[in-house]
């Protein structure tokens, strides 16, 4: 197995950056591709500003070395493992893992990191579609640890191999047993986000008393447990399988009882309006901002509650 | 408006303790009714070692006193507020409710914490439905901030007072424009269950990979943005605007993706022995243990972050 020393980034937006500044803080060496003009001098001030928050591993000796080309074939021509995050458009995406497939050496592991398509679209134009997996990362990826992976099976060889690797920048990889939509965690998402908009459209409440009843509530727990394990310690010293027994039914009335909105122009205006209230006169700049300071402060934070 | 100087909480289990925790360190007195024998000692137990967790109130000069009785009628006849958290059972509820507003000064609010019934059926019994309210906490509630409240009106006297008072124990209480089965949060954790448990049964992932895709992806941004704002911020510059113009077609898409699992008996042994699985040799005691460190790190975090 060839050890991961270069990685091309292709398509250096907000993700691709993030992404970068993961690996060369881990001492890996980048090489990014993009067509836009001013992609390069914004990817090595976003790789500058976000180096020192990544939480690195002990055993890499420097920070890698920050590449760039113009040409993709140039860019990924001598990469162990490219990370593709061009825009989500299914003509886009498959046209390029054909031409990065064409490119890249026959050992690199090529890794899209979309969160629209599921695999069997991903890889369709791939003459080898075992090379091809989805690396769905969160925002930002050098500081959100989840990292979702799909192949043509589950323990395909790419799928174990990029495991390893992602497991060794300090994420939390997540290997899907089989493709879905959404994947996994944005399921998870849009459910929430489905009944908050129900909960809205049925005036329950308001949208900043939607957003704080997450935060202040189940929220603060899901930062450090998922729903299994919130559900199993709900359930007292019997745990989930007491919950099962004896609020199982209440659950199941609680699940009848959810809705689906109906996203038309009147409840986006509601929410559009509701998230203006909240949110004031932050920017999303300023937003993200915060977002990244609170993300490091509650790493740092769980980093010293679990030992 | 009569200050409220004396809790008193009927019910002194978990949910019982852990108000009383939180009410003693914010100077109030506290006198709990419990029908168990063993109850006094253990709420004693539980509040001295509680105390030291509570983010006070720099203004409370001293702890409060805290006084036991066997009498439901002695122990809510000099109280300003009562806290309610008898078992889940609505016979037992709405008697309890009626008994308390019977012995009770007129002027004490009388508050469920109630998850399971909604506001018509916990004041069923009430000669004036107005003085009772929901407030629903999550667990702890000496830790955990949320505080749900539903009354006869989300602008009754009663509600607007219970909002001050628990603003002022360091609560973010959040009132509900009309009643709701699982209020407002609940729904939200019970969509999210749902369909973890539908991922499970379909075979997308495990126990603990589901877990593990919360609260190291999406559960860590949920520890301080809810849902509306994670969707501004997802949609750039142009935030919750852009998103719905952009990307609202794949989130209906997702949507209609989601699914209805049936827990019958197979899908609740899969997730009782993926719990299992997940949780090795961990008691649920444990587990609260450490689900109490953890939120008071995020917590103590987050206060620091956010300045």
Request: negative net charge.
């Amino acid at each position: 197995m060839t050890e991961i020393r270069t990685v091309a980034v292709v398509g250096a937006g907000t993700i691709g950056a993030s992404w970068t500044a993961l690996f060369l803080a881990h001492g890996l060496d980048v090489i990014a591709y993009d067509p836009s003009p001013e992609a390069e001098a914004k990817l090595r001030a976003f790789a500058r500003r976000a180096l020192p928050d990544v939480f690195r591993q002990a055993s890499a000796p420097r920070d890698g070395q920050l590449g760039f080309s113009t040409s993709l074939e140039d860019a990924v021509s001598s990469a162990d493992f490219v990370q593709e995050n061009a825009p989500e458009r299914e003509d886009v995406k498959t046209a390029l893992i054909a031409r990065i497939e064409a490119a890249a050496p026959s050992h690199a592991i090529i890794a899209s990191s979309t969160t629209a398509f599921p695999h069997s679209i991903i890889a369709a134009g791939a003459k080898d579609p075992s090379r091809v997996i989805i690396a769905h990362p969160f925002n930002p990826p050098h500081l959100v640890p989840l990292v979702e992976l799909v192949g043509t099976r589950p323990d395909a060889p790419a799928v174990l191999k990029a495991f390893e690797f992602y497991k060794g920048l300090g994420r939390e990889p997540v290997i899907l047993k089989r493709e879905a939509i959404g994947h996994l965690a944005n399921r998870l998402q849009a459910a929430l986000m489905r009944e908050a908009l129900y909960c809205l459209e049925q005036g329950i409440a308001d949208v900043e008393d939607i957003d704080r009843a997450v935060r202040y509530g189940p929220g603060l727990r899901w930062a450090f447990m998922g729903p299994f394990q919130t559900y199993h310690v709900a359930g007292g010293p019997g745990g989930i399988r007491h919950y099962f027994a004896h609020l199982g039914p209440s659950q199941v009335q609680r699940w009848n009882s959810l809705g689906r909105p109906d996203l038309d122009e009147s409840l986006e205006q509601k929410a559009i309006a509701g998230v203006e209230a909240m949110l004031g006169q932050s920017t999303v700049e300023e937003l993200e901002a915060e977002r990244d300071r609170s993300l490091k402060a509650i790493i740092a934070a769980l980093g010293s509650a679990r030992m």
